[in-house]
Antibody, heavy 117, light 107 residues
Framework: EVQLLESGGGLVQPGGSLRLSCAAS????????MNWVRQAPGKGLEWVSA????????YYADSVRGRFTISRDNSKNMLYLQMNSLRTDDTAVYYC??????????WGQGTLVTVSS | DIQMTQSPSTLSASVGDRVTISCRAS??????LAWYQQKPGKAPKLLIN???SLQTGVPSRFSGSGSGTEFTLTISSLQPDDFATYYC?????????FGQGTKLEIK
């Protein structure tokens, strides 16, 4: 059974940093591209970042490029999102999701990031 | 970037109704379209990919159609469990953006 478990969310002040983690199990993690998708309170889904399964390429939404860094540790089946220079509009539930040729077929339960002073 | 527009934003319907949700892409995306269902406080769930291919375990009352720029999600006979928010998403290119969502409410 595929399981994705996010952690690391919390309350942070504007300009601060946070590192999210996603623990994966139940599938061959190294073979999958992985993504972060976020959802601001009461709003829709916004793709944030992706890490390819094989090529090592990374992709970012314009809204986070230069501030967020996605990484993965295939030996530990872990996906990460380092978030720096956080802004109030980064407040959201952050989901990690598996990526089958661009389709997000499995999702974690999400972790809430609140950026507020 | 490709923009996805869903309509309507909110849809009120009754159990047993047939409902259709539309999704339009700003340029042709062939059939590279997925539909997701999200219930309050839960993660989205993949229902359909490649515009019309139902995921394993998804009830057959759900169907998808379309290609190019116009797509639809149809629920043939609404069940109480279907009241949720639905999102389309293209994956023709990176980034694969989402529509703004359609909230399906009980009338």
């Amino acid at each position: 059974e595929v399981q994705l478990l996010e952690s690391g969310g919390g309350l942070v002040q504007p300009g601060g940093s946070l590192r999210l983690s996603c623990a994966a199990s139940g599938f061959t993690f190294s073979s999958y591209a992985m993504n972060w998708v976020r959802q601001a309170p009461g709003k829709g889904l916004e793709w944030v970042s992706a890490f390819s399964g094989n090529s090592g390429r990374t992709y970012y939404a314009d809204s986070v490029r230069g501030r967020f860094t996605i990484s993965r540790d295939n030996s530990k089946n872990m996906l990460y999102l380092q978030m720096n220079s956080l802004r109030t509009d980064d407040t959201a539930v952050y989901y990690c999701a598996t990526d089958q040729l661009g389709v997000f077929d499995y999702w974690g339960q999400g972790t809430l990031v609140t950026v507020s002073s | 970037d490709i923009q996805m527009t869903q309509s309507p934003s909110t849809l009120s319907a009754s159990v047993g109704d047939r409902v259709t949700i539309s999704c339009r892409a700003s340029q042709s995306i062939s059939a590279w379209l997925a539909w997701y269902q999200q219930k309050p406080g839960k993660a989205p769930k993949l229902l359909i990919n490649k515009a019309s291919s139902l995921q394993t375990g998804v009830p057959s009352r759900f169907s998808g159609s379309g290609s190019g720029t116009e797509f639809t999600l149809t629920i043939s006979s609404l069940q109480p469990d279907d009241f949720a928010t639905y999102y389309c998403q293209h994956y023709y290119s990176y980034p694969g953006s989402f529509g703004q969502g359609t909230k399906l409410e009980i009338k």
